[in-house]
């Protein structure tokens, strides 16, 4: 079946150091891929989605690649602060399922 | 604009019982999904409702089942409980507009089955 997976458990980052978690996914017809931030006790937070016609998008403080030829998106945190300390969830569908299969998540944390 | 709202927060369940877990989407919001969030499996999804109708369905058993009402609202049952389906129940909302559209996640329902 399909799959969403994330490259590292934990990732470790100074505050004030950027951050990038990456995520692979297995199904070349997703076209739209979501970013979500988990805190403790809380449902996932939207951060950013980009489409398959976009390489890249950038938010506030964030940047989304997407490489469709390798099949491999990444989330690029700026100056991550400690509020940033999170799990991160990658998630991918294809057209009108609104079925998403999430990566197993990152849990990024920020040292002081 | 208020959020998901998903009720209750928390529950202990008895191994045979069943449950029933409700999900109230953001206003306007037609599409209503259901995942289940476990350590071992992540989040992984069990069925979407759109316009009373489920439109999608994830590799569950019958057990799992859910359903929507006229004002978007839904609800999820579960039924012969075992202590495997302890997890995070949380529910997405999402406008449904034709294009994929962000699903934004309530805080989830909390089930312990002991």
């Known amino acids: 079946g399909e799959s969403v997976g994330l490259h590292l458990p934990t990732l470790s980052v100074q505050e004030g150091d950027n951050s990038i978690i990456n995520c692979a996914y297995s199904n070349s017809a997703s076209d739209y891929f979501i970013w979500y931030k988990q805190e403790s006790g809380k449902g996932p937070q939207f951060i950013i989605d980009i489409r398959s016609n976009m390489d890249k998008r950038q938010g506030q403080r964030v940047t989304v690649l997407l490489n469709k030829t390798v099949k491999h998106l990444s989330l690029q945190i700026a100056a991550t602060q400690p509020g940033d300390s999170a799990v991160y969830f990658c998630a991918a569908t294809h057209s009108g399922t609104y079925k998403y299969i999430f990566g197993t998540g990152t849990r990024l944390k920020v040292l002081a | 604009k208020a959020g998901v709202t998903q009720t209750p927060r928390y529950l202990i369940k008895t191994r045979g019982q069943q449950v029933t877990l409700s999900c109230s989407p953001i206003s306007g919001h037609r599409s209503v999904s259901w995942y289940q969030q476990t350590p071992g499996q992540g989040l992984q999804f069990l069925f979407e409702?759109?316009?009373?109708?489920?439109?999608n369905k994830g590799n569950f058993p019958g057990r799992f089942s859910g359903r929507q009402f006229s004002n978007s609202r839904s609800e999820m049952n579960v039924s012969t409980l075992e202590l495997g389906d302890s997890a995070l129940y949380l529910c997405a909302s999402s406008a449904r507009t034709g294009t994929n559209t962000e699903a934004f996640f309530g805080q989830g329902t909390r089930l312990t089955v002991v």
């Open positions: 409702y759109f316009s009373e109708t489920q439109r």
